[in-house]
Each structure stands twice: as structure tokens, then as C-alpha cells.
């Protein structure tokens, strides 16, 4: 019974759990071209220095053992403080391409309805910190193409007959 | 003076839930450019519930564009307000997105 306890338990702990911390939405134009969507993610790992400590101590039978883990994790903690979401990462600049992989994945770079959520899938100790982007990508119609070129042209006619 | 102490206890727990009802908190807001026109007010929300915070997905957000769309179709959706918020009651926890914007025509 104990071992069929302890089972389910940890199936649930190593399911993970996923963490909401902001969205943003931006304009939405449909009436440009066909929509086609777009979905990027990137994470970086996030460490919680209790949860590892917690961890560390479960292993270590001295409480001189205990106490120094206890040390440790105050010192790294000193390091770690200021308003944040999720648990720190090694580097926040993981984030930084996801701009160029958009204009990538849009051969028109017309982009539109873009989502940003900022989230995180929960593990024991570590954490998955991921910014995910969803995006449509704006297919220009003929008749969006061509309504663009017959303004073009009479832009041109009206400059010239001025000139 | 036993049947006292329970009773103050009691009152205790009933005023720790009844302060746990209904904390609200804003999560994260956003807000694009505001159009010149302002007739067509579209709005959307969709929430979830979670049993001690625990979720595990939350693709429940992608709903709210894609309401906004269908409720202004073909037509371009502006100066759109977009809050995340969290109520919590007692053990549950009511997550929220609103989206309200401004639907206009096209240009073509």
C-alpha cells in the first residue's frame, strides 16, 4: 500500500505542473491576405536553490552535512532576489532570437495577432522558463496585391502630373 | 473553559477562509494603439480552474483571440486591452483573460 502511495505521488511530481505568468495580445488584421499561423517557443532551464537544497539534505545523514548545505543555499540566495517570474535561469537572453526565427517563419515578414506568453512547466528541482510566441503570418491575396499596385500607380500619375 | 477555546478556534477558521474569499490579483496587462475609430466594441474571456494553483496546460488563453476573431471576421481588431488576472477562493483558484477591442473594415 505504502509502495503504491509513494508511486502515484511521484507520477505526479514527475508529470510537472504549468505556470501562467503573463500574456499579451497585439492588433489582429485579417484583411490583409490569408493567415497562416505561427508558433515559437524557447526555455531555459530554471534552478530553485530550496527545492536542490531540500533535496541535497535528504541525502546527507551528518547535521554538520545539513548545515553546510543550509549555508550554501543562504549564500546562492543572496544572489538571487528582485521581482522575477519563475525560477532564475543562467541566462536571460534566451529569449533573444525569438524575434529573428519569426521574421524567419514569414516569407512576407507581415506578421499580425501576435501572443506572447511567458510560462513555465514545473519539475522537481528544475523548470522549464519558456516565452512562447504565436503569430499569424500575413499571405498577401492578388487582390490585395493588385489594389496595392493600381494605388501605387495612381500615387505615381498624380506626381508626375505635378511635376 | 474548553467549549470556549473550540468556539474561538471555530471563528477562526471561519475568518481565515471567509479573508482567503475572493483575492484578486492582476497578472499581467497589455494595451495596443488606440484607433481614431471607436464604434465596434468587441470583447472576448476565458478562464480556467485550478485546484491549489496546479494547471497543467494553459493553452485555455489561445481562446480569447480566437474569439475576438470569429465576432469580427475578415475585419482588423485595434487598441486592444488584454489583463490576465487570478481569483482566489480559498482552494480554488479562477484564472482569467479579457481581451476588448475595437473591430474595423479594411482598408481593401
Not at chain 1, 18 to 41: F, R, V, W
Not at chain 1, 45 to 55: K, Q, R
Not at chain 2, 27 to 45: A, G, H, L, M
Request: proline share 4%; glycine share 6%; aromatic share 8%.
Amino acid at each position: 500500500m505504502k509502495l503504491i502511495l509513494l508511486s502515484a505521488l511521484f507520477s505526479l511530481a514527475i508529470m510537472g505542473c504549468a505556470n501562467l505568468y503573463k500574456y499579451q495580445m497585439s492588433d489582429i488584421i485579417q484583411s490583409e491576405g490569408k493567415l497562416t499561423p505561427i508558433d515559437l517557443k524557447v526555455s531555459a532551464l530554471g534552478f530553485d536553490i530550496e527545492e536542490a537544497a531540500s533535496v541535497a539534505k535528504l541525502a546527507t545523514r551528518t547535521k554538520a552535512g545539513k548545515d553546510k548545505i543550509n549555508d550554501i543555499k543562504n549564500i546562492i540566495s543572496l544572489f538571487q532576489f528582485g521581482p522575477k517570474t519563475g525560477k532564475p535561469t543562467f541566462s536571460d537572453d534566451y529569449a533573444d532570437r525569438l524575434y529573428s526565427d519569426l521574421v524567419k517563419n514569414c516569407p512576407s515578414r507581415q506578421l499580425t495577432g501576435i501572443q506572447i506568453l511567458r510560462e513555465q512547466a514545473d519539475y522537481p528541482v528544475v523548470s522549464g522558463e519558456i516565452v512562447r510566441v504565436l503569430a499569424y503570418c500575413i499571405e498577401p491575396t492578388p487582390e490585395t496585391t493588385t489594389a496595392e499596385t493600381h494605388q501605387e500607380l495612381e500615387e505615381k500619375q498624380i506626381h508626375e502630373t505635378n511635376e | 473553559m474548553k467549549p470556549m477555546n473550540d468556539k474561538i478556534k471555530f471563528f477562526m477558521a471561519i475568518l481565515i477562509v471567509i479573508v482567503q474569499i475572493g483575492c484578486a490579483s492582476m497578472d499581467s496587462v497589455s494595451i495596443t494603439q488606440i484607433p481614431k475609430e471607436r464604434n465596434n466594441v468587441v470583447e472576448s474571456k476565458v478562464n480556467t480552474w485550478r485546484f491549489l494553483g496546479i494547471g497543467f496546460s494553459n493553452d485555455f488563453v489561445l481562446e480569447a483571440q480566437s474569439d475576438l476573431m470569429k465576432k469580427c471576421p475578415q475585419g482588423n481588431i485595434t487598441g486592444i486591452i488584454t489583463t490576465y488576472e487570478s481569483y482566489w477562493y480559498f482552494l480554488l483558484v479562477n484564472k482569467v483573460v479579457k481581451a476588448k477591442g475595437y473591430c474595423s473594415e479594411g482598408s481593401k
